[in-house]
T-cell receptor
Framework: SQTIHQWPATLVQPVGSPLSLECTVE??????LYWYRQAAGRGLQLLFY??????ISSEVPQNLSASRPQDRQFILSSKKLLLSDSGFYLC??????????????FGPGTRLTVL | AQSVTQLGSHVSVSEGALVLLRCNYS??????LFWYVQYPNQGLQLLLK??????LVKGINGFEAEFKKSETSFHLTKPSAHMSDAAEYFC??????????FGQGTELSVKP
């Protein structure tokens, strides 16, 4: 069966520090991968998605970036964190980008607090 | 463009009462619709999905939703609320390319 992992589970970082969040998927190959951010009291905002190694699409311009160095690994990064980057970050995968009826499967999330 | 509106950011019901969470969508193509549930500090879990096979969709934990094209709605219901149903619920619609567009979420509280 497929599983999705995210780490770390929680993170407290000072403003201006770098960030690296990791997401890995097991039990499937060539997944489509997504990064979402959920700010307090708000819905889910799609940040990035990837259909393959090295292929990244950005939905919202910001100081975050994403990379996909391996088929089942998706990394969210920042060179300098802002207070507004605080939130709950969720990684998700789906098996076929072009089959719109396929649901996305979510990881457990990373709680990021920027102080 | 696709969009989702969830009416009511917070809904409170008594244990044993009917749960009704409202979702209206806008879509330029036949929509695929989803309901997800999120427990505190966890990821999202799929409750049910509509993929045009049947307008009444049954999901996990006793939830169901009815697709009504004329009303552009996909409301989530459960006949009898349990304390364990307290969570945040998200309605979503797919957009071209398979991305999901989420509503703002509805927090469900269940009173004993």
């Amino acid at each position: 069966s497929q599983t999705i992992h995210q780490w770390p589970a929680t993170l407290v970082q000072p403003v201006g520090s770098p960030l690296s969040l990791e997401c890995t998927v097991e039990g499937t190959s060539n997944p489509n991968l997504y990064w979402y951010r959920q700010a307090a009291g708000r819905g889910l905002q799609l940040l990035f998605y990837s259909v393959g190694i090295g292929q990244i699409s950005s939905e919202v311009p910001q100081n975050l970036s994403a990379s996909r160095p391996q088929d089942r690994q998706f990394i969210l990064s920042s060179k300098k964190l802002l207070l507004s980057d605080s939130g709950f970050y969720l990684c998700a995968w789906t098996s076929d980008l072009w089959s719109s009826y396929n649901e996305q499967f979510f990881g457990p999330g990373t709680r990021l607090t920027v102080l | 463009a696709q969009s989702v509106t969830q009416l009511g950011s917070h809904v409170s019901v008594s244990e044993g009462a009917l749960v009704l969470l409202r979702c209206n969508y806008s879509s330029s193509v036949p929509p695929y619709l989803f309901w997800y549930v999120q427990y505190p500090n966890q990821g999202l879990q799929l409750l049910l999905k509509y993929t045009s096979a049947a307008t009444l969709v049954k999901g996990i934990n006793g939830f169901e939703a009815e697709f009504k094209k004329s009303e552009t709605s996909f409301h989530l219901t459960k006949p009898s609320a349990h304390m364990s149903d307290a969570a945040e619920y998200f309605c979503a619609v797919t957009s071209p390319g398979g991305k999901l567009i989420f509503g703002q979420g509805t927090e469900l509280s269940v009173k004993p």
